[in-house]
């Protein structure tokens, strides 16, 4: 069930080929809003629009890669010149390679930080003029609670995630006088590809589903959310 009216909106959910990012993308769709479905792999966004088509909402797919400056560039101006605003990021694709600082190299780390903290200010830096224009929008950074309890293998990736709540903290003041709230959402484990690549073992009574994430998202969009801007919201079964 939908718990808020997202008509007349326009979201770009980046990750959205899969995982969490499909769950929101559907979500946000299935409240009204057009969906810009965002990733590199251009098949699993179309089939995310798709599945949100056959649903009776509108979204199309835009491949890019959110750690580029010229795609995020690309993305905004493609998704105003397809719906005329964007009133909504969902700033989802990340990476989480486990690996002990030993088995880490270079090129695993700054994939680690350019997906998960350079592509979240590329992306929140693009949208910020256009919502600054309109007078208003809502951006939500999805995090990790490895921000939280970054156990052996998820140093880089929980820093990084941690990152991502301070950085949401502080583009929330920045907004304020310009009506761009920004929060985060910071999941424990959600049954994706991803928690799977990492834990195959991993029980399945302690996963969430990507929806549960995917409604939190949702309801933080409301107009009663509005005051909790800023924070970072756990989601942890
Ligand atoms: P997933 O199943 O691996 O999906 C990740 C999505 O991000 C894919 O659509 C992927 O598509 C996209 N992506 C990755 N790098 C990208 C890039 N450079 N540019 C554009 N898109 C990119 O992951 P998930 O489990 O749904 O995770 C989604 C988010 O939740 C991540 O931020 C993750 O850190 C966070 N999270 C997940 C869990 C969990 O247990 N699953 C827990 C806490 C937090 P392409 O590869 O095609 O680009």
């Known amino acids: 069930m939908s718990t808020v009216d997202l008509r007349n909106n326009v979201a770009i959910v980046t990750g959205a080929g899969r995982g969490i990012g499909r769950a929101i993308a559907q979500r946000l769709a299935k409240s009204g809003a057009s969906v810009v479905a965002v990733a590199r792999t251009l098949s699993q966004i179309t089939e995310t629009c798709s599945l949100i088509k056959a649903n009776g909402g509108t979204a199309i797919p835009i491949a890019a890669d959110v750690t580029q400056e010229a795609d995020v560039s690309?993305?905004?101006e493609q998704t105003i010149a397809a719906f005329g605003r964007v009133?909504?990021?969902?700033?989802?694709?990340?990476v989480a390679p486990l690996m002990r600082i030993e088995q880490t190299s270079t090129d695993d780390f700054d994939?680690?930080?350019?997906?998960?903290?350079?592509a979240v200010f590329l992306c929140c830096r693009a949208v910020w003029a256009p919502m600054a224009?309109?007078?208003s929008g809502a951006i939500v950074n999805i995090s990790s609670v490895g921000a939280f309890d970054p156990f052996p293998g998820f140093a880089a990736y929980g820093a990084a995630k941690a990152f991502v709540?301070?950085?949401?903290k502080a583009l929330a003041a920045e907004g304020a006088e310009r009506n761009i709230r920004v929060y985060a959402v910071a999941p424990g484990a959600v049954e994706t590809t991803m928690l799977r690549g990492a834990?195959?073992?991993?029980p399945t009574d302690k996963v969430l589903a990507p929806d549960d994430v995917a409604a939190l998202v949702e309801?933080?969009?409301?107009?009663?959310?509005q005051h909790s801007c800023g924070q970072t919201v756990i989601i942890q079964k």
């Open 74 to 76: 690309r993305l905004v």
């Open 87 to 94: 009133d909504v990021l969902v700033n989802n694709a990340g």
């Open 111 to 118: 994939t680690v930080i350019a997906t998960n903290v350079r």
């Open 133 to 135: 224009k309109a007078g």
């Open 165 to 168: 709540n301070t950085y949401t």
């Open 199 to 202: 834990f195959p073992d991993f």
């Open 219 to 225: 309801a933080l969009l409301a107009p009663a959310c």
